[in-house]
């Protein structure tokens, strides 16, 4: 039976899809803190450079790839050449990993947004956090038991996430994402706005942009701009070709490309403006100095983040929810596109029906997802997260970008994305792919399996960093090469 492939709507409809991916728990929690702790204002010029030479470039050559072939990365590869499959499988399964905690950082999210109301964290939110609502453990392996306090937001953010998924391109994705994106820049819009009116605002403010340009020289924030603006852009993961391949026969994708790099690097400075205006506020009230007020991921967002609401007298109760929705939303359109990067993949590999993938996929990133939601989930959470972004994103954009730019016809894909486009890519473009962005790579990766063959992360105990790092990494590169030995049941669709 031929079908047809799903299709976007509209322009916006797909340029948000892809802003939604883009933009999400990275650039609240993560942006503002990689930037201040790298050089503050001398970080954006990496940072642009960054985005100028891979963020970009990438995302012309995901969404002209995704465009063109009509398939998700596993497809589109094997179009590419017979025997790169694998490399989209990889992608997938990377996905795969991440939606798994990503879910429940949402699922924490959900939780707060409530606790917010009322700041049910009270004046200790550390102890709140890791201890009442984690029920954290004394290491990974002592799961602890199920938290019920997570489970329910848990199965929330899975339905959302399902039921966007099983509408389909364009009566779900694109709907979604329509809601979510407008709102969450309404949002961030009213926090910043907020922030940067509190007293002693200025003192994060000037944390965050004071720049170093003493650091400039530093190789450490060159590989910080560019690892952000690759987690950020959601590029290299198997999305962006997702998501493109359900773009029309004429649809722009240089235009798209700068608009979607754009939109996310904006949204990142409005959090900044956000986050240290209102941690500038805490640090003044406390009396001690901007940089002893928090640190990057988890317990900025969940412990200090709280800590700093609860300085806000009456305005305490309006940020602590719209902070916390803020994650939310900007997590679930990511969620969201994680998911449709895999499931677009076995939709296009065994030939089934978008019902029958969204269900069986999500049944089963759910049930794994529940790991995370023991005592030791944190734990767990951290490693693979640390394991992933290290290696599994490295290499995957590494081994992208050396078999796209010196294995195939690069030109081909620029003439193509050029016919197309509203404007035209010249060589820059070629230099950056083919040139820049292995070379950043590939030294990346090296000095990442350097650092972590030296020091085990974080001092986690060696059977903790194999199973739940290095094993994961064997599953993903074998199983890149176990689906590719699968054979394709072609779906026959109509052009
Ligand atoms: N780009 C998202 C962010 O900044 C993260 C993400 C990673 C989304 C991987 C999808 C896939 O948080």
């Known amino acids: 039976m031929a079908q047809q492939r799903e299709q976007w709507g509209t322009r916006t409809g797909f340029v948000l899809a892809a802003v939604g991916s883009a933009i999400g728990l990275g650039n609240i929690w993560r942006f503002p803190y990689v930037a201040a702790e790298n050089g503050g204002g001398a970080f954006f010029i990496p940072y642009l450079f960054a985005l100028l030479t891979a963020g970009i470039p990438i995302l012309i050559l995901e969404f002209g790839l995704g465009q063109k072939y009509r398939g998700s990365a596993p497809l589109t590869f094997s179009k590419l050449n017979s025997k790169w499959e694998w490399l989209g499988w990889w992608q997938v399964l990377v996905c795969f990993f991440i939606a798994v905690y990503y879910a429940v950082i949402i699922a924490w999210a959900i939780s707060f947004t409530f606790f917010g109301l009322t700041q049910a964290w009270g004046d200790n939110p550390s102890d709140f956090f890791f201890g009442t609502y984690l029920g954290l453990t004394g290491g990974p392996f002592e799961l602890g038991g199920l938290q019920a306090g997570i489970l329910i937001p848990l199965l929330l953010a899975w339905v959302v996430t399902f039921a966007a998924l099983y509408s389909g391109v364009k009566g779900g994705i694109e709907k979604a994402n329509k809601f979510f994106m407008p709102a969450l820049f309404i949002i961030i819009i009213i926090i910043a706005i907020r922030g940067i009116t509190l007293t002693g605002a200025a ?262 960093l194999f199973w739940m790092g290095w094993f994961v990494m064997i599953v993903v590169i074998t199983g890149g090469f176990i689906m590719q030995a699968f054979k394709t049941q072609s779906r026959d669709l109509k052009e």
């Open 203 to 464: 003192d994060g403010l000037n944390y965050l942009f004071q720049p170093d340009f003493s650091k400039i020289w530093d190789y450490k924030i060159w590989t910080a701009a560019y690892g952000q603006i690759f987690f950020s852009l959601s590029v290299c993961f198997a999305i962006m070709i997702a998501y493109s391949s359900y773009l029309p026969k004429k649809s722009d994708v240089v235009n798209n490309a700068f608009i979607t790099g754009f939109m996310d690097v904006g949204f990142s400075l409005l959090a900044g403006l956000a986050v240290f205006g209102i941690l500038g506020h805490m640090a003044h009230v406390q009396g001690v100095g901007v940089a002893e007020v928090g640190k990057a991921g988890v317990g900025l967002a969940f412990v200090t983040f709280p800590a700093a609401i609860n300085t806000l007298g009456a305005f305490a109760p309006v940020l602590g929810v719209l902070f916390f929705l803020s994650l939310t939303f900007a997590g679930l359109s990511s969620l969201i596109s994680i998911n449709e990067a895999a499931i677009a993949a076995f939709m296009d590999k065994f030939s089934l029906s978008r019902k029958k993938a969204v269900s069986i996929y999500i049944a089963v990133a759910a049930i794994c997802s529940l790991v995370f939601a023991t005592g030791a989930g944190l734990y767990i959470l951290d490693i693979v997260d640390h394991f992933i972004n290290n290696f599994g994103i490295v290499f995957a954009g590494l081994i992208q970008v050396i078999l796209v730019g010196w294995f195939f016809n690069l030109k081909s894909i620029q003439e193509h994305v050029n016919a197309i486009s509203d404007f035209s890519v010249g060589s820059w473009w070629i230099v950056c792919i083919k040139f820049i962005t292995p070379i950043i790579l590939g030294y990346m990766a090296i000095m990442n399996l350097i650092g972590d063959l030296k020091a085990p992360y974080e001092g986690y105990p060696g059977d903790a």
